[in-house]
């Protein structure tokens, strides 16, 4: 597992990618409910404490009972809600009460606006003015995108330790769209996209940006809407962790997330059709800003240049009544396992160099020589590596039943 790091001393490392780089990577959940007619809905004739309470303990498990049944009302909410991912989501596991069992109150994240940014270039952080003739261009050090990340999340928060281990069947990605992402009528909600963008060279205005999003009624891979047909997906695989960490005086809850996931890829041309998959990518995110960079990150633009090495999406505590809650959860502290060059050379040829990143040279020098990743021999098992990749989501969650912050009696240290 990767290891974040952060301001707090409850902070506690966390996983998408996507990478697709992750690229991947990896995902959390959040807000507000919902529940299809697929769902698994709760014992909803679980309604009074079990008679088995112990003296002096009926108070607090009362008030863990009630959020177990409003929890289930707001799942039933948050699924049809505006703004919320497309697919379906995950069957909603049923609470679970003693004996024999912990409290466990269901829950359902939302994933939003994750994206996973890469293609640092610390030529271009040192020349963000570039000006070509009579026009002036401010460049962006970032050069890669993989965006339009959404899905769910699923499984059971345990009472009093406000965690939950989520198994992969729990977690889904919208991303299912296939070749109809590429084309011209692509499915709303179900394509992840990406965009490649480039330093420029002297006299040259900055080149175009390769995208996978067409324009509108335009099919991918038609000159010269500069659109390449690039099919993204996401597959989460082993057993993802989220964690409250702390609560701060306002009642907000700081989430940590760790989650893994393998990011696949292909393109079909004419005359061309490839696949590939990378290893699975591990990431811990958190709401908690990182109080230093990575060991190994870009090295800090000149004097008066800006500096964009940070997390470009800021991570946000869980706030507000849960019922409407939402976080940032990001991190920029994980390695994105490349792909491989015997496998797939040409889509390994234009992703694992923006997840390496470039370094200082003049961008006219050879991949060999300012890449992060293709200067090395033999190429590393990772083409991005600590601080020179960054993922961030939008997380939404059903209300747990707790106006704001955890409820009187919740602690969290051991289970009682």
Sequence with gaps: MVKGKGRSKLWRPLGVAIAAAIGALAVTG?????????????????????????PGRQAPLVAELTAVHRAQASIRRLENAPGMPTCPPPS???????????????????????EILTGYDEWTANHPIWTVGSTTYHLYPWQAKIYDISGWVTGLLQL??????ISSQDVV??????????????????????NLSGAPVPGQPPPPTITNDPPPGQKCYQAPNFCLPYVITLTPVGTSTLTVTGVQPDGALMLSVTTSAVSALSITIPHVSESCQDAPTTITLSTQEPASFPPGAPIKPNRGDPDLRGLQTPPVPLTGPLASASSIVASNDFSVPAFSQTACPLLAAVFDGPLGGWNKLSPQQPASVNNNYFDKTPPPADAGTPGWVQFSATTTVSSLGIPVGPPAGFSLGPER
């Design 30 to 54: 959040g807000g507000g409910a919902g529940g299809g007619a697929g769902s698994r809905s709760a014992t909803d004739s679980r309604t009074q404490a079990p008679s088995h309470l112990v």
């Design 92 to 114: 909603i596991p049923a609470a679970t009460y003693p004996p024999g069992n912990t409290y466990g109150v269901p829950f359902l994240a939302a994933v939003t606006n994750a």
């Design 160 to 165: 009093p330790n406000l965690s939950a281990d």
């Design 173 to 194: 990605f919208c991303d299912q769209g296939g070749q109809r992402c590429v084309s011209a009528h692509p499915p709303a909600g179900g394509c992840i996209h990406v």
